[in-house]
Each structure stands twice: as structure tokens, then as C-alpha cells.
């Protein structure tokens, strides 16, 4: 009985270690591709979209670079970047709609390879009839991935968004 007990304990130690590991490199990475957080617009690949954020000192630019163009053979519509005082703040990565669900399935597998099996997400708004989506929180990045059919448009879409925490915040307090 005492064995069942260690063994059990064991394993689930390895398995508590091997999930905070991945979600460590989300950490590690602090970024996507090119783009690290807390780094200022970078107007070579980039172009400002004018706008009206509720904080004035949140800024979104438009990647325009040739580079990302997929991730995980998954065609990439657009990415926007947005800052908060001049520094990279969140990153959302729109795919090329419909985005099938063979697409979604694969990258969600990839990150799940590099970040382990993140959290489920639903969500409340009824235009949404289908959401799959899953969500990795590190300590100072919070990454997001969903797939939905939008009754609007009759159609599938999908999308990534990666935030820095710690900047989130600073911009949250900034408006109160």
C-alpha cells in the first residue's frame, strides 16, 4: 500500500514539474516571433491605426511586415500590436477566416507541445455558437488561443492574443 502511495506521488510530482516547466518558457519567451514586450514600435514593419482607446495612452499598430505570414501552416490574416506608452503590450494574431478546424487543431497541438495543455474557455456572448479555446497563464505572460463560428458572418474565425501581464495592469491602473 505504502508503494502505491510513493509511486502516486512521484507521478505527480514529474507532472506538476513538467506543467510549470512549459509554462515557464511562455515566461521565458516574454514575446512572439520578433516581438518582445516592454520594446517600443518598430515603424520598419509596423504602422500605426488610428483610433480612440479608452486610455489614451494605449497605441495599436498593424504589422506589415512579410515575415508572418503563418504560424504552424495556419495563414495569418493580421496582427496587431498594441502599446501602452510607447512599450509592446499585447499582441493578438488574427487567422485567414474561415479558419477551419483541421487549422485550429494544429496549432493547438504545437502550443500545447511548447506550453503544455492550458486551461478550456468559454465564453458568454451569444453570437459565439462554437467556441473551442484554450488559455496558458505564466506568471508574466498570458496567452490565448480560439476558434468560433460568429452567426454575424457565418463563418469560422480564430485568433491568438498574447499580453504582458505586468503592462496590462500599468494600462488598467492608468485609466482609473
Not at 506543467?19 to 515557464?24: A, D, G, K, L, T
Not at 511562455?26 to 491605426?49: A, R
Not at 488559455?135 to 498574447?162: A, C, P, Q, R, T
Amino acid at each position: 500500500m505504502k508503494i502505491y502511495i510513493y509511486l502516486l506521488i512521484v507521478l505527480f510530482s514529474f507532472s506538476n514539474q513538467a506543467f510549470c516547466q512549459s509554462i515557464e518558457k511562455l515566461d521565458e519567451k516574454y514575446g512572439f516571433k520578433g516581438f518582445k514586450f516592454g520594446s517600443p514600435p518598430d515603424l520598419t514593419v509596423s504602422k500605426k491605426i488610428e483610433g480612440k482607446d479608452k486610455n489614451q495612452n494605449i497605441t495599436t499598430y498593424l504589422y506589415t511586415g512579410e515575415e508572418l505570414k503563418q504560424l504552424y501552416n495556419a495563414e495569418i490574416d493580421l496582427i496587431k500590436l498594441l502599446y501602452f506608452k510607447s512599450k509592446l503590450m499585447k499582441i493578438f494574431v488574427q487567422f485567414k477566416t474561415p479558419f477551419l478546424a483541421s487549422e485550429y487543431k494544429i496549432v493547438l497541438s504545437s502550443l500545447q507541445q511548447l506550453f503544455g495543455e492550458g486551461i478550456a474557455c468559454t465564453s458568454d456572448d451569444p453570437r459565439l455558437s462554437t467556441l473551442n479555446g484554450r488559455k496558458w497563464i505564466g506568471s508574466k505572460v498570458e496567452m490565448e488561443l480560439n476558434h468560433f463560428y460568429y452567426e454575424e458572418k457565418s463563418d469560422w474565425y480564430g485568433y491568438l492574443v498574447l499580453e504582458s501581464k505586468s503592462i496590462e495592469k500599468l494600462s488598467l491602473d492608468d485609466q482609473f
